[in-house]
């Protein structure tokens, strides 16, 4: 029983926290249009600079080494986490995001993720290489220590909350005034040009909040494992939010909580099961990065609008007036111009 | 000096490999206007393909290069017919045309890495002794590559200068609409081009390979951001300034060895990529409706 409920709390800190990665690159991608192919390297920038703000100095002797090791509490170490994977999103945009065509971005992003991916591999100084921090400070540690269950039952209520609260933030945001921008500059960037929106800043906003949410996600799922290292941050995991977002349905958070449970909880939980191979012990996770690919194409060609489908804006129609009928140089024409007009 | 010389030598090498590379990604944009994310994984097709045929199969190694650098064409061509094709004629807009892309480059790699695992691999070739010329040092493999690369590109300029093919590739980079009303089959000029794309990207696999000589099924991978530097370098869909583009990012990346560690080589590349985004996105010799 032990065993279930800690299995089904992980299960659900899981479903959480790729609902926030989702949530994130649903802004990114389905609000706004921007092509990130590294969401993971946003996730692993929250994940390490939570560790080395809230590790103790590194302890030379261990051989382990990493900068910083600040040993600020938690609440504040999250903060920090968060903040460099929106500078991150903030470093990346201002690359990229001034170039019209959509290609610059993606190979930018792409660029970024197989640079950081190396220099935090190949540089043990910075995050302990290719080996990774482990033993990172868990939060509720103090009073979670009745039952090896607690910290994961404590840390599956946070996360929800965390989500619940992403979530509500993602929703409204999509409703606001900001969020139509970022719609119409999905559709076409050249139409809000003309209405005098400044679409860089737009843009640059939905990078940086979105790159703010994945983060979020990677401080928790460091927080939940206590441990990180390269080889759990691959192109294969970006693919993983990508699937769930493509099938869930873009820029509809309802499709994003879908999408998680459809690919990151149920069917990457469910290839665990399948035994291993002994001569391919690799045999399993790559078929899974295979189906996982084929899924991104075969849901953009038979389902492009995911399984939720984004809702069509709907708007009050006000009956048109002849404005030629009554106008006289000087007046408003037509005086009831539906806000319609103005939006789409 | 005599270090920096030396580098000189190693940038003319990488040169080659990615001016093979850098050209086949430039003339597939220039036709279809969309960046093929799989491209890297065309790499990792020609390797292995060319170890098949040499160390399984026992055939001489240049034949195994050739019969590698045509699959991987053929594995090109039927992708774009099979997948990418469909997708442009549903006139998908281009996030989605990337997006596939990029998820074939997840499902080629994880195909190769079932067919090959993960072990290091060598071709059967001998390792000669480095050959000095003048101030340069180079092993055998290394001067084939250079002589691999010019062929290919003096055979590129042919193409595109002296054969109908080459023309209506030109023609279709420079105006799809037009060409296509003036009698330009783009169907069939298409699916040519994403062969020759293919069997460049084979080509300059196995020739990367031979450069590192004990390589993986994703050693092309990681060099996939060094060929897009190289190609918007040179202009995005401007087969001549691709090949600048390689010769210059060769160049800087190998130099900077002399002065940074080798480990820094891809972080330079990044650099010359982002500062060229910055100052002149349009590339050295910008191209007219592209970017």
Redesign the interface.
């Known amino acids: 029983m032990t065993l279930i409920l800690g299995y089904v709390a992980t299960l659900l800190v899981t479903f959480f926290t790729y609902n926030i990665f989702v949530i994130g690159l649903n802004i990114q991608f389905g609000y706004a249009g921007i092509l990130n192919f590294t969401v993971i390297t946003f996730m692993a920038f929250g994940a390490y600079f939570y560790a080395v703000f809230v590790m103790p100095h590194a302890d030379n002797s261990s051989q382990v080494f990493y900068i910083l090791g600040l040993h600020w509490p938690w609440p504040l170490a999250m903060l920090a986490g968060i903040v460099a994977s929106g500078a991150l999103g903030y470093l990346v945009g201002l690359i990229a995001l001034k170039r019209l065509r959509s290609d610059y971005l993606a190979i930018v992003t792409l660029a970024t993720g197989t640079l950081v991916y190396g220099l935090f591999g190949n540089n043990n100084k910075l995050f302990d290489g290719w080996s990774g921090l482990f033993n990172v400070n868990q939060p509720f540690q103090s009073v979670a220590t009745n039952h090896p269950n607690e910290f994961s039952w404590i840390f599956v209520v946070f996360s929800g909350v965390v989500m619940l609260v992403v979530w509500l933030f993602a929703n409204r945001l999509y409703a606001s005034p900001l969020g139509r921008s970022m719609r119409a500059i999905r559709e076409d960037q050249d139409v809000v040009d003309s209405f005098g929106k400044n679409s860089f800043k737009v843009r640059m906003l939905a990078m940086v909040i979105g790159s703010v949410i994945v983060g979020i996600g990677g401080v928790l799922t460091i927080q939940y494992i206590g441990a990180l290292s390269p080889a759990g941050w691959t192109t294969g995991e970006t693919f993983v939010v990508w699937a769930a977002l493509l099938v869930g349905g873009r820029a509809n958070n309802l499709g994003a909580i879908v999408g998680s449970l459809l690919v990151a909880v149920i069917f990457n939980e469910a290839t665990r099961y399948i035994p291993q191979v002994p001569s391919h012990p690799n045999l399993i996770p790559n078929l899974r990065n295979v189906i996982i690919g084929g899924l991104v194409i075969l849901s953009i060609w038979f389902r492009p609008q995911g399984v939720v489908p984004e809702k069509k804006a709907s708007f009050l129609e006000v009956p048109l007036v002849d404005k030629y009928a009554q106008g006289f140089p000087g007046e408003e024409p037509g005086g009831t111009l539906s806000p319609a007009a103005s939006e789409a | 000096m005599t270090i920096f010389l030396l580098n000189i030598g190693f940038g003319l090498v990488t040169a080659s490999v990615l001016s093979l590379l850098s050209v086949g990604l430039s003339l597939q944009f220039g036709v279809t206007n ?2 093929n ?1 799989a491209y890297g994984s065309y790499l990792g097709v020609g390797m292995m393909l060319a170890y098949t045929f040499s160390a399984t199969l026992h055939f001489p190694f240049w034949a195994a290069a050739a019969l590698g650098t045509i699959f991987t064409g053929v594995v090109s061509m039927v992708i774009a017919e099979g ?1 990418l094709e ?2 442009a004629r549903r006139r ?1 807009s ?3 045309m ?3 892309t ?6 080629l ?3 190769l ?2 067919f090959y ?2 072990d290091f691999f060598q071709y059967p070739v001998a390792q000669s002794s480095p050959v000095t010329i003048g101030p340069f040092s180079f092993t055998n493999a290394q001067l084939e590559i250079i002589a691999i690369a010019v062929v290919a590109m003096v055979g590129v300029h042919l193409l595109l200068s002296r054969t109908r093919l080459g023309k209506a590739m030109r023609a279709m980079s420079d105006n799809m609409d037009l060409a296509r009303s003036s009698g330009i089959d783009t169907k069939n000029v298409t699916r040519w081009t994403w062969f020759i794309s293919g069997c460049l990207a084979g080509l300059g696999g196995i020739v990367l390979a031979l450069n590192i000589v004990s390589f993986q099924t994703n050693s092309g991978e ?1 060099l ?2 060094v060929i ?2 190289a190609v ?1 370098l040179g202009g ?1 869909g401007q087969t001549y300034g691709a090949m600048l583009g390689a010769l210059v990012i060769g160049m800087v990346t190998e130099i900077s060895t002399s002065f940074i560690s080798s ?1 820094y080589k ?2 330079i590349a ?1 650099i010359v ?2 500062l060229m ?2 100052l002149r ?1 349009q590339g050295l010799i910008p191209a007219k409706g592209k ?1």
């Open positions: 969309f960046v994310f997948v469909p997708f998908k281009l996030f989605y990337l997006i596939v990029f998820g074939l480059s997840l499902v790699d994880n195909l890495q079932i695992g993960v990681t996939l951001f897009f530097a918007i995005i480990a891809q972080d990044f990529l982002v985004l910055l996105p970017a």
